[in-house]
């Protein structure tokens, strides 16, 4: 899933002021740690309450499948299954895709908004004609950028979006995608309320339909105090399974001590990113989960700026980081070694691509080519918060100073607070940068189209800045069949090329782990995408 925002500082500020403003008059208790309420540990603070908008893990997992609902969804193995749409059908071409949308699904009822009428075709058109057409009304409301779907190329996909009926959708594509369907699965292709936006224009406060949200989820959003905590009450009028929950809060502890402090104490239910796994297991009150991810931690270039614009500086680099010893220092032995940005367990994977191997004699030899006799100076970004693909990125970054001052290169370690980190890297004013990358489908091109295409390094999704026309033919003619063995093929040629081209390092495909009381039923960790309540308990 993603990792970084494209929005505005000017909107996000404005994003600040407006939920206090709106939701600090609430008298209630921050946490009620009734038999009927979840407190769960957050890492930080959601920047939006809209995730068409954002790419960051801590904004999708605070949103997504909390508030709203998407066309179509994943199960347990990947496959796809109904939710808004309880059908489609897909043309033989595989250009023209129907959907028949499920009745009587209602939108939230708030204290500034009361639909009067359920779900129809209009809410889905409206939602992604928003993302797809400039000219919308609603397009350029918190910034107009959607960095998802323009990582995936989905306005030049689609050629239209049409309402067959009430209740019948109907997409045409300008070519045959195989991971069509996929992306709409996704955690960021959520249905908004085209009600609720008409609503937003009369009152002359349309930005509120990203920070004042309102979907069809199993919870609606009932208090924000920036920084602190979210607080969600059930949806009463949920259309599939009802929560069995009071309250859903969200605490926003970034510290990871802090966190473990509070799951000790009682003042959390469940905690992400746990540190000290084994004094978790050896309480008796306590629960360690994990689930190996589809993602990617890595090293990134800005292959745009000096002097990682040089293939050789970024191959000097690769060879001179020893990727074990960040293994077991900072993945603790609980991730694999990375040898391409796919885990193994894609059916795209290849063990055959060519990897990295540490060696400082070879990175001085390389160096030496690219004219750097006299050593280097360089700036390395790393993360301010913990993520699943990478732990602790400051001590990544201090593992990688120390070998890159073997070889005569200089390391600067640079950090902001994690929003304005992703505006700085969004916009490349970085050299290199510690990030990563967790799948948001089990679809491979998942990897390759939002992290490196062209069309991800126009947007800034894509912190590299690489742009490569012969890799980014393989991957659309990937997209263009449905044969396996052919996009195989296709897939092993674009691994090569990026193992010879190195826009970035991958160091690790690491375990995600949460910490939860004994008392916390259900599974709320998924293989991809964002954490889930749905039929999550505590007894």
């Not at 104490?265 to 994990?290: F, M, Q, R, V």
Request: charged residues 20%; aromatic residues 12%; proline residues 4%.
């Amino acid at each position: 899933m993603a990792f970084y925002s494209s929005l505005k500082k000017a909107h996000c500020s404005f994003f600040i002021v407006m939920c206090v403003g709106l939701f600090a008059c609430n008298s209630e208790n921050k946490a009620s740690l009734s038999a009927n309420s979840i407190v769960y540990c957050s890492e930080g603070a959601p920047e939006i309450f809209n995730p068409q908008l954002i790419t960051s893990g801590v904004t999708v997992d605070a949103t997504s499948k909390q508030l709203y609902n998407q066309l179509i969804t994943f199960n347990a193995d990947n496959s796809i299954s109904p939710s808004l749409a309880k059908s489609w059908h897909v043309t033989r071409d595989n250009k023209k895709i129907t959907f028949y949308i499920r009745k009587n699904v209602n939108f939230h009822q708030t204290n500034f908004f009361t639909p009067t009428r359920a779900l129809n075709a209009d809410d889905v058109l409206f939602s992604f004609n928003r993302i797809l057409d400039k000219k919308h009304l609603f397009h350029q409301v918190s910034g107009g950028k959607y960095p998802f779907f323009q990582s995936v190329g989905f306005s030049e996909l689609i050629q239209s979006i049409e309402r067959i009926n009430d209740y019948t959708v109907r997409f045409t594509l300008n070519r045959a995608d195989s991971s069509f369907l996929a992306n709409l699965a996704t955690d960021f292709s959520v249905i908004l309320s085209k009600e609720y936006a008409e609503q937003l224009v009369k009152q002359n406060q349309m930005e509120h339909i990203d920070i004042h949200p309102i979907g069809t989820g199993p919870f609606k959003l009932k208090e924000y105090r920036t920084g602190s905590f979210i607080r969600y009450n059930p949806h009463e009028q949920y259309w599939d399974e009802k929560t069995t929950l009071k309250q859903l809060v969200y605490d926003i502890t970034p510290s990871n001590t802090g966190r473990l402090t509070k799951l000790l104490t009682g003042e959390c239910d469940i905690s992400s990113y746990p540190i000290a796994h084994e004094k978790i297991k050896k309480n008796p009150k306590l629960a360690l989960d994990n689930v190996t991810a589809f993602n990617i931690g890595y090293l990134g270039f800005n292959t745009t700026k000096y002097p990682f614009d040089n293939k050789l500086v970024r191959k000097a680099v690769s060879h001179a980081i020893n990727r074990q010893a960040i293994l077991d220092t900072v993945y603790f032995g609980k991730a694999e070694a990375a040898t391409t940005i796919l885990p193994p367990s894609s059916w795209a994977y290849n063990k055959d691509i060519p990897s990295i191997n540490y060696s400082i004699k070879m990175a001085k030899n390389i160096l030496e080519e690219a004219g750097f006799t006299d050593g280097l100076t360089i700036d390395l970004w790393a993360m301010p918060v913990q993520r699943s693909y990478n732990p602790d990125a400051v001590t990544m970054a201090k593992l990688i100073q120390a070998d890159l001052k073997l070889i005569g290169i200089t390391v600067n370690i640079v950090s902001y607070n994690w929003h304005e980190f992703l505006r700085r890297v969004t916009l490349g004013e970085h050299q290199s940068v510690l990030l990563g990358w967790t799948a948001d489908h089990p679809d491979p091109d998942n990897f390759f189209t939002p992290l490196l295409s062209c069309g991800a390094a126009e947007t800034g999704n894509n912190g590299n800045f690489w742009c490569n026309n012969q890799f980014d033919f393989l991957i659309q003619s990937a997209l263009a069949t449905t044969e396996i063995n052919k996009r195989k093929a296709l897939y092993m040629q674009a691994l090569h090329i990026l193992a010879e081209e190195l826009p970035l390092l991958p160091i690790a495909h690491s375990k995600r782990f949460q910490a939860r009381s004994i008392k916390i039923k259900g599974q709320l960790l998924n293989s991809f995408g964002s954490i889930d309540f749905k039929g999550v308990s505590k007894n």
